[in-house]
């Protein structure tokens, strides 16, 4: 069984940063890529970053210049730095991770429970 849990959302400023964190556990071969989401009430959900198996990123179009995503495959988390928030940066952010085992199917695809995070003076 897998679990994939984010933390470090909350109430945070216009101009501040975030930092959150994503955590896959369980029997668990390796990270292979991970991405962050966000949904905000009434929008679709839309990509905030992703990295690959070969740690190549990609950033929304909304977020491009102030977020930057990373990784350590070793303790298998993904983690999530914006600066210069919004309060169009309010929503659920979500975590999704691609994880490699060593049974077929070998790729495979888990999402975490989601994490408020609310900009706002």
């Known amino acids: 069984q897998v679990h994939v849990v984010e933390s470090g959302g909350g109430l945070m400023h216009p101009g501040g940063s975030l930092g959150l964190s994503c955590a896959a556990s369980?029997?668990?071969?390796?990270?292979?890529?991970a991405g962050w989401y966000r949904q905000a009430p009434g929008k679709e959900r839309e990509l905030v970053a992703f990295?690959?198996?070969?740690?190549?990123?990609s950033y929304g179009d909304s977020v491009k210049g102030r977020v930057s995503i990373s990784r350590d495959s070793a303790r298998n988390t993904v983690s999530l730095v914006m600066n210069s928030l919004k309060p169009e940066d309010t929503a659920i952010y979500y975590c999704?991770?691609?994880?490699?085992?060593?049974?077929?199917?070998?790729?495979?695809?888990?999402w975490g429970q989601g994490t408020q995070v609310t900009v706002s003076s």
């Open positions: 990295i690959g198996s070969n740690s190549i990123t």
């Open positions: 999704n991770v691609e994880l490699r085992f060593t049974t077929k199917p070998f790729l495979r695809d888990f």
């Open positions: 369980g029997s668990i071969f390796r990270l292979n890529a």
